[in-house]
Structures are given as structure tokens and as C-alpha cells.
């Protein structure tokens, strides 16, 4: 059961004290860790976070013992009534920058209101003083995590932006090109192999349909369970398999729609219009991002295409 803070006896408040140092020197170093690969320079300010956390709770322990002993009672932040419940963003990978310099702020304004009231509630002078400096130390910590984006020079900033431009690209951008592909180039067989084969727009549609959405589910799946993303920083499963699957659907649901036109030739028409896009954005997709020169990204893609068009035809009309 919580306790209020006001029924904390001088003992317990120490022993409070101890623990949140401990709690938050823990969180910087996994912080610093999460950021490391990726944000070199930020992981730096928060290992220099940590250490100081670290010789926070140091004079906090020699104080208590001096007072009261070598036993420390057990009490969390969780044990003690007006505390805001902490979201683990620091067990996240990969770690967002922005999370963490705003986790960093919140701890560090959380902490300096502890102190001011835990020295209204000590009447020892000694530990008061102590509170008292760790306070202002606080202060300055709160001061240093919200400028913390202003301690970032312009190189690191730049090079910092490039990293999350990479992390961009690796968890949605590749797995939504992926799908997209997939789904534009793949389907353009058994829709027009249907079309061409009953003359029958409805039918066609009906086929493509399917297509897109089976192409959908199984890319889904395939992606989801290709790795965890632990080790390759591809980002949460789930999420990489929902672009993909989603990416997926639409890359055939595209050249698809147009068959829901009466008119067989003019459904064609538009349906070979839409591929034409298709390509062309996978083409500059992959320009953009994947930095394929756009003459090469285009004749690989449009070559693809093509094959699998004609393939479509050449079995429809068969």
C-alpha cells in the first residue's frame, strides 16, 4: 500500500532518496546505450548524467550511514503516494532521441521537487544541507536536459539528423518499398491473365482483388517473422509487417480499381495507365531513398514490370 510522502520519516526519506538516484542513474545509462550507435554525442551527455546520478547517490549513502546504519530500507517511488508513473521508454529499440531528452526533463523536474519538500520535512542539518545542494544540483540538470538539443553542434546535429534519416529509410521506407513492389509488380499477371482471358471487367476485378489482398497477407507475415530487430535495428516487427502488408495490398489494389469500369476497353485502358504511376513511383521511391540512380532504378523497375505485364497477356489471351 502507498504511503504519503508527509508520514516519511527522516530515515525513509534518505533511503527515497537513494533509490531515485540509483533509479534515474540507471535510466541515463540505458539512455546512453540506446543512443549510442545512433546518436553518439547525446549518449555522451547522458553518461555524463549517469556518473553524476552516481555520486549523488554516493554522498546520500555515507550521509545515511553516518545517521542511521547500514540498513536501507526498501522504498521505491512506486511505495510513496504522488510519484507519476514512469512508461519504460528507455527498454524501447531503437531508442527515439526526442523520448528521451523529454523522459530527461520530466525526471529531472520530478527529482528537484522531491528535494525541495523533502527539506521541509528534515530537521537534521546535516541531511537538510545535503537535500539542499543535491536540489540546486538538480536544478542545473533540469536547465541542462531541456537545452539539451542547444548542446548539440551543427556537425553533430547534421550528422545526428543523417542517422535518423538511415533509421527512417531501415524501418519504413525499405519495408514500404518492399510491398509496394511486391504488390504493383506481382499481381500484374493474374489480373490481366483474367482480364484478357474472360473479356470481363468485373471478373478482373474480382481476381486482382484477391491478389492484392492474399499478396497482402503473406507479405505481411513474411516480414513480421524475418527477424526480431534486435540486432539488424530494423525496428518492431509488427510494425515493418503492417507496412509491408499494407504497401503490399495497395500496389495491386491500384491497377485493380480500374476494372470496376463496365467497359472492358476502357478499363484497360486506365488500369495500364495506373501501372504506368505505379513504376514510375517505385522508380523515384527508390531514387529518393535508396539512392538508385533514377535511369537504373527506373529500367529495373519498368523491365520487371513489362515481363510480368506481357507474361499476364500472352497466358490470358493463350
Known sequence: MSRKFKDLSEREILALAISLEEEDGRVYADFADGLRETYPATAKLFEEM???????????????????GEHIPLIRRQDVKGFVERR????????????????????????????????TQVRDAGIRKLLGDLEEVERRHQITAVELESQITPDVEKSEEEAQRRLFVLQIVQPGLAGLMDGSVSTLAPVFAAAFATK???????????????????????????????????????????????MTTAGGIGHTLPFLIPNFRLAFTVAVIVVAIELGVISWVRNRYMETPLVS????????????????????SA
Open 297 to 316: 532504378a527506373a529500367f529495373q523497375v519498368i523491365v520487371g514490370g513489362v515481363l510480368v505485364f506481357v507474361a499476364g497477356i500472352w497466358i490470358g
Open 200 to 246: 470481363n471487367s468485373w471478373y478482373a476485378f474480382l481476381v486482382g482483388l484477391a491478389a492484392s489482398v492474399g499478396a497482402g497477407i503473406s507479405m505481411a507475415f513474411a516480414e513480421a517473422l524475418s527477424d526480431d530487430g534486435s540486432l539488424t535495428g530494423r525496428g518492431r516487427p509488427m510494425l515493418r509487417g503492417a507496412i509491408t502488408g499494407v
Open 88 to 119: 519504460p521508454f528507455w527498454l524501447a529499440r531503437p531508442l527515439k532521441i526526442a523520448d528521451a531528452r523529454k523522459q530527461a526533463e520530466m525526471m529531472e523536474l520530478e527529482t528537484r521537487q522531491f528535494y525541495q519538500k523533502a527539506m
Open 50 to 68: 549517469r556518473e553524476e546520478e552516481s555520486g549523488h547517490r554516493t554522498a546520500l549513502l555515507e550521509t545515511y550511514r553516518e545517521r542511521f
